[in-house]
């Protein structure tokens, strides 16, 4: 069973090395078949062809993107100044100027454009002084049982004094 493995094997590594040696030729025909001299000329062409014809999105590069900060000039913070008072929106001045939402927030709030909140603010509540840490509680002493003898006592019989004779003296 292994030997008929290791047959097969040979076989389709053989049939593998005859199908790349046909693919390689028939490459090499390729450029001349469509009439170019060289293979340099005819993979500058497909590129070429490639590149005009793509559908589709473009190919990412591959160099990450480095995000570039938005310098606020005086020119922007006036051209701000003017596109808020003719009642632009926020939103609508960051796309018209190409600066974020925050920074026509922030340049706003430096020309005092920005309308004050309508809810009046809330008065403190005094604070308590803090009270005074109490003391530490007194250990009480642990109640002792007195202790009980081993015998119990004979205890006397109740009996009224007057039953009882009175000793003479």
Known sequence: MITSSVKALNETKAKVARLEQALAKELAS?????GFDSLKAFVAAIKAAGD????????????PKTRKRAKITDA??????????AGKTGSQIAKAL?????SVQNVKKALGLVRPATKPARKRKARRAPAKRAAAPKLRKKRVSPKKSAAPESKPSQVSDESTPAPSA
Do not use: D, N, Q
């Open 76 to 85: 922007i913070r006036a051209k701000v100044g003017k596109l808020v008072k």
């Open 30 to 34: 390729l450029p001349s078949a469509y």
């Open 98 to 102: 190409k600066i974020s939402l925050p």
């Open 52 to 63: 005009k014809g793509r559908v589709g999105r473009p190919k990412k590069s591959t160099v």
